[in-house]
């Protein structure tokens, strides 16, 4: 395996975990709650919700890396 499958298979499995990730949060305060309606505009993240957040964001920083390699790879060749 070359280097650039190698960062095309991070990309895909890093894209695909990130959505599942983005999918199983917890939908946040709604609109109307910081238009003065009922409910809390600023929350804390705690337990699932917080280590979610953390994936997503882990996941995340895996995928812009991985693209960014793979696009300036060919450059140092």
Partial sequence: ????SIL????VVSSVLMII?????QR???LGAGFGS???LYTTRRGLDKNLFEA???LAVVFVLSIL???LLPAFK
């Fill in 56 to 58: 997503t964001v882990i």
């Fill in 8 to 11: 095309q298979t991070i990309t």
């Fill in 21 to 25: 990730t983005i999918l199983l949060q």
């Fill in 69 to 71: 390699v793979g696009l």
């Fill in 1 to 4: 395996m070359d280097i650039n």
């Fill in 38 to 40: 009922s409910g809390e």
């Fill in 28 to 30: 946040g305060a709604s």
